[in-house]
T-cell receptor, first 115, second 115 residues
Framework: EAQVTQNPRYLITVTGKKLTVTCSQN?????MSWYRQDPGLGLRQIYY???????DKGDVPEGYKVSRKEKRNFPLILESPSPNQTSLYFC??????????????FGPGTRLTVL | KQEVTQIPAALSVPEGENLVLNCSFT??????LQWFRQDPGKGLTSLLL?????REQTSGRLNASLDKSSGRSTLYIAASQPGDSATYLC??????????????FGAGTQVVVTP
């Protein structure tokens, strides 16, 4: 089954404790992206990756890091989480290069609470 | 900077009525526009994707139109059903080479279809 998986699905942590949210896709997609969703603000893009070792900032990258060492994985790293990073996080992937094929597929979300 | 707006924020209709959801964007330099559905506590599911060169896309009871020059897209859902109750989001993929992988989402329209 084609899917995007995220782990963990729920996480409560404390300020300053480094954490990683994993994202994996089994569709051999080139493109992957991280978003955060906050009430009234919609989804905002954090980072994206066009392919292995190619990453770039979205609109809200401060406080986050990413890496793309393998095509299927795109982890989101919070080196020193703060309460304003409490949010619902989504990972997404899509194929690139073919018109009409670049539909984004989303993971189930990770709800993060930073105390 | 691209701004994406969805009005209204919420909509309630009786079963059987047609739904009309609006999405507007400020920069016409887009690569494509995508409509998603989000159920409570779930990820996003792609409904329709319209490339910038297209005027509309159809899938079953759903039809989406795109007018790049006026910065608008409309999602029509014919003969609404209670199962159509969800939040609908539109997303614009930027079309300039320096922002190729960037997406902007609207805040969504929450739809309730009453039996």
């Amino acid at each position: 089954e084609a899917q995007v998986t995220q782990n963990p699905r729920y996480l409560i942590t404390v300020t300053g404790k480094k954490l990683t949210v994993t994202c994996s896709q089994n569709m051999n997609h080139e493109y992957m992206s991280w978003y955060r969703q906050d009430p009234g603000l919609g989804l905002r893009q954090i980072y994206y990756s066009m392919n292995v070792e190619v990453t770039d900032k979205g609109d809200v990258p401060e406080g986050y890091k990413v890496s793309r060492k393998e095509k299927r994985n795109f982890p989101l790293i919070l080196e020193s989480p703060s309460p304003n990073q409490t949010s619902l996080y989504f990972c997404a992937s899509s194929a690139e290069g073919l018109a009409g094929v670049d539909t984004q597929y989303f993971g189930p979300g990770t709800r993060l609470t930073v105390l | 900077k691209q701004e994406v707006t969805q009005i209204p924020a919420a909509l309630s209709v009786p079963e059987g009525e047609n739904l009309v959801l609006n999405c507007s964007f400020t920069d016409s330099a887009i690569y494509n526009l995508q409509w998603f559905r989000q159920d409570p506590g779930k990820g996003l599911t792609s409904l329709l994707l319209i490339q910038s060169s297209q005027r509309e896309q159809t899938s079953g009871r759903l039809n989406a139109s795109l007018d790049k020059s006026s910065g608008r897209s409309t999602l029509y859902i014919a003969a609404s059903q209670p199962g159509d109750s969800a939040t609908y989001l539109c997303a614009v993929r930027r079309g300039t080479t320096d922002s190729w992988g960037k997406f902007q989402f609207g805040a969504g329209t929450q739809v309730v279809v009453t039996p």
